[in-house]
């Protein structure tokens, strides 16, 4: 054996041999070694600041059926705040995992099932339908992994009080509640209701019977076609007949678009004018309406004619970037994305599900729709703004016409 050489143990022919190796060469490999273990080449970097590995979210959101433009709106909302941050946070890039619920809820738990289970994701966020939402929340307690919920109105979504789940639209009350009041405040006691016929619907016309009733309104009747419902004609008889002072409503996607338009044809506009959650008439909904959704007045957190730097810029950049107008359902996205990059600028990265949960509980909005905050149930406390869509600047915008400040659930 020559000088410089080392024995380093192998097997031969299924016997013990041993091999020569250069020393400098065996020197090169040992390095080489050491500074992969000292990287963690043989793990992953997520879960904590600085590390390679880029953060994984999973998105869960309907991209078909009824609520598919909702799906895109919130998904667009979440990349246009990522991609002001470079689609980077802390040093690592973010990647969005996208999974189709159909907005029903046995697919869409599969679609968390194989986000937390296949691609590993640290943060969870979406859910149109509250359906959806409750069927996720099991696995998120179980997995103990940070959910975002970007639109799902359930009241019992944060009522639980379960650490890990956040949400930044709204509960279904916190729309719907305040408005049973401010019809009876201006003269409008006798209200019919409908709402499709699921657990949102059925959740948004109980808050608003419930302010309505505690303002000394009366419920005329109520009706709950099924949800993706064509043809109207029955209910809008039965709304006439029952001739009350006004209607409200809650339908959004293309259930909105096609009550709304139905409602006019009916010639009902003038006889019994239309209320409802702010769902019913928004950006995704007005151009399909037309001039049918003009004069509608509907409650929401958001309004597209807010006066605040935030919302002037998130505009802005939103057309820019996606060449139309935002919707409530973008502005919910970007909220989401904000509270999730936010939080993840506090741990410097670290995406420990603890650490998180602790982060978010202290993320300081600037958002769009004006003052916002998380109560002790990490649901929004926030404005709620009575709209009327009117025409102006040449298309048909909702405008803002009074404020209700500072609406929070009433929580469990």
């Known amino acids: ?98 999974e189709d619920t159909e907005a029903n809820p046995q697919v869409g738990v599969e679609a968390a099932r194989t986000l937390i289970e296949r691609d590993e994701v640290e943060i969870i966020t979406g859910t149109v339908s509250s359906a959806v939402a409750y069927g996720v929340i099991d696995l998120i307690s179980q997995d103990q992994i940070p959910f975002v919920i970007s639109n799902a109105t359930g009241n019992d979504v944060t009522r639980r009080g379960i650490p890990y789940v956040f949400r930044t639209s709204a509960s279904s009350w916190q729309v719907s509640y305040p408005m049973g009041g401010w019809l009876v405040d201006n003269g409008v006691q006798n209200v019919y209701v409908s709402a499709p016929d699921y657990a949102a619907g059925q959740e948004q016309a109980g808050g608003f019977k419930e302010g309505l009733a505690a303002a000394g309104g009366n419920l005329v009747d109520e009706a709950y076609p099924p949800l993706g419902n064509s043809d109207y004609s029955t209910y809008l008889t039965n709304i006439s007949q029952a001739s009350p002072q006004a209607e409200w409503s809650f339908y959004a ?57 935030e919302n002037t810029a998130f505009i802005e950049n939103f057309q820019s970037q996606f ?85 929070q659930d009433p929580g469990a």
């Open 1 to 98: 054996m020559g000088k410089g050489d080392i024995l380093v143990p192998g097997t031969a022919n299924g016997a013990s041999t041993l091999r020569r190796f250069p020393f400098a060469v065996a020197m090169i490999l040992l390095v080489a070694f050491l500074l992969l273990v000292g990287c963690g080449g043989g793990g992953g970097g997520g879960g904590q600041g600085g590390g390679e590995d880029p953060i994984r979210i999973g998105v869960i959101l309907p991209y078909s059926g009824v609520y598919a433009q909702l799906g895109q709106d919130i998904t667009d909302g979440m990349n246009l705040y990522f991609e002001e941050q470079g689609m980077e946070i802390a040093g690592r890039s973010v990647e969005l995992i996208q």
């Open 253 to 309: 996607g293309t259930d909105a678009v096609s009550f709304v338009r139905q409602y006019a044809e009916a010639g009902l506009k003038e006889s019994v004018p239309l209320y409802g959650s702010g769902y019913m008439v928004e950006a995704d909904t007005i151009e399909g309406q037309g001039d049918a959704a003009v004069g509608i007045r509907t409650g929401l957190f958001y309004a597209s004619g807010l006066d605040n730097p």
């Open 323 to 407: 060449d139309r107008d935002p919707s409530t359902y973008a502005v919910q996205g970007y909220d989401a994305a904000w509270l999730i990059g936010e939080a993840l600028k506090a741990t410097e990265g670290d995406t420990d599900p603890d650490a998180l949960v602790e982060a978010m509980e202290g993320v300081e909005f600037q958002s769009p729709r004006g003052p916002l905050s998380l109560d002790e149930n990490h649901n929004p406390i926030q404005n709620i703004y009575i709209r009327e869509a009117r025409e102006q600047n040449g298309r048909i915008e909702n405008v803002v016409i009074d404020t209700i400040e500072n609406v």
